[in-house]
């Protein structure tokens, strides 16, 4: 079983900063690329930002310059870094967690994820 655990979510002016981190637990053997995607109220989960196992980080449009993803590898977490929040940010935030396993078959993939965290930014 894997675990995802976010937190640091919270109520924040727009102009403001927070940080969400999530912690991953459990059998993490496979564990690949790490990102954090959102979900507004009426919209589709959207990626945020993601990073790989080599540390390449991949960010949407939205978030780039004011965002920035890290990973701490020997402690199996991820951080999202949120500065110059602004009301469009306001969502419902999600760790995600993919795994990559190769076998005599071929490759696996799977994903989880967190339980969510609410980050809203008022104006």
């Known amino acids: 079983q894997v675990q995802l655990v976010e937190s640091g979510g919270g109520l924040v002016q727009a102009g403001g900063s927070l940080r969400l981190s999530c912690a991953a637990s459990?059998?993490?053997?496979?564990?690949?690329?790490m990102g954090w995607y959102r979900q507004a109220p009426g919209k589709q989960r959207e990626l945020v930002a993601t990073?790989?196992?080599?540390?390449?980080?991949n960010y949407a449009d939205s978030v780039k310059g004011r965002f920035t993803v890290s990973r701490d590898k020997a402690k199996n977490t991820l951080s999202l870094q949120m500065n110059s929040l602004k009301p469009d940010d306001t969502a419902v935030y999600y760790c995600?967690?993919?795994?990559?396993?190769?076998?005599?078959?071929?490759?696996?993939?799977?994903?989880?994820w967190g339980q969510g965290t609410q980050v809203t930014v008022s104006s």
């Open positions: 990073i790989s196992s080599a540390g390449t980080t």
């Open positions: 995600n967690a993919l795994f990559v396993i190769g076998q005599a078959s071929g490759v696996t993939q799977y994903d989880h």
């Open positions: 459990g059998s993490l053997f496979g564990l690949n690329t």
